[in-house]
């Protein structure tokens, strides 16, 4: 409620405190959401002072920063929250017809390569419980677990999906589908209303039955069509990203 003070000033005292709130309350969105642009804005603030208000002018002044972090990108006419989750693994992978030690896996250098094209959050899904290093040793691995449908426990989730409108979801072709810790992720939470547009890395084998997977797991999700990149060319893909998007 507005001091006692703009009593004495009527209905214009009122609208003079309730200008100076919105203002306040508009700058605080600002600053919390990182909105910023490269500029100094001036608008006036109202306050009261020994029975009486006083005006005077309030500088603001705005960051710049590289992208926004949230809701930054306009979609069909609207600006959206989006994220960006995927598994990825690193060390010895197939790559071209060879065994390549990585130290960064395909899929989060794909993931990469997305986040700075949207300026999404980026959230990697790792399972408490890695695959091995060895390249031969973990496809045996991610087959067992498949053939078992394992949910391996992740080491931690995002606090909630609730403020994105889409999610992209990067994995590796694991044996004609997504690696088992990306199930985990996804029966973890409730996508209906959302927004999925899978992307995955490979070497030769697409999607296989990913897709299909999806729209199991989240049958309350809208499945966009998604994207397959070759593993080998994953840090060349940025034009087939931007045509994606």
């Known amino acids: 409620m507005p001091p006692d003070s703009f009593k004495w000033w009527g209905s214009f005292g009122l609208r003079v405190f ?42 603001w002044k705005y960051k710049k920063v590289p992208a926004r972090r949230r809701r930054d990108r306009k979609v069909r006419g609207r600006f959206v929250a989006e994220l960006i989750a995927f598994f990825s693994r690193r060390d010895e992978n197939y790559v071209n017809g060879l065994i390549k030690v ?12 997305l986040q700075k ?36 426990e992740l080491k931690a989730y995002p606090d909630s999906i609730s403020g994105y409108d889409t999610i992209y979801l990067g994995y590796p072709n694991y044996w004609g589908t997504m690696p088992m810790a990306v199930f985990t992720f996804l029966e973890h939470f409730d996508f209906s209303g959302k927004t999925i547009r899978p992307f995955c890395t490979h070497e030769g084998s697409g999607f296989g039955n990913s897709l299909e997977d999806i729209r199991k797991a989240c049958p309350g999700a809208k499945v966009e069509q998604g994207i397959a990149i070759r593993g080998g060319s994953a840090e060349q893909c940025g034009k087939e990203l931007e045509k994606w998007i």
């Open 18 to 59: 309730y200008a100076s709130a919105v203002c306040d309350y508009a700058v605080y969105v600002l600053d919390k959401y990182k909105l910023y642009v490269n500029t100094t804005i001036t608008y006036w603030r109202f306050r009261v002072k020994k029975g009486a208000f006083i005006i005077k002018p309030q500088h």
């Open 102 to 113: 990585l130290n960064r896996g395909n899929t989060e250098t794909v993931a990469s390569i």
């Open 117 to 152: 094209l949207t300026g999404a959050e980026l959230f990697q899904i790792e399972p408490v419980q890695p695959y091995a290093k060895d390249y031969n040793e973990c496809i045996a691995q991610a087959q067992e677990d498949q053939r078992r449908s394992a949910r391996p």
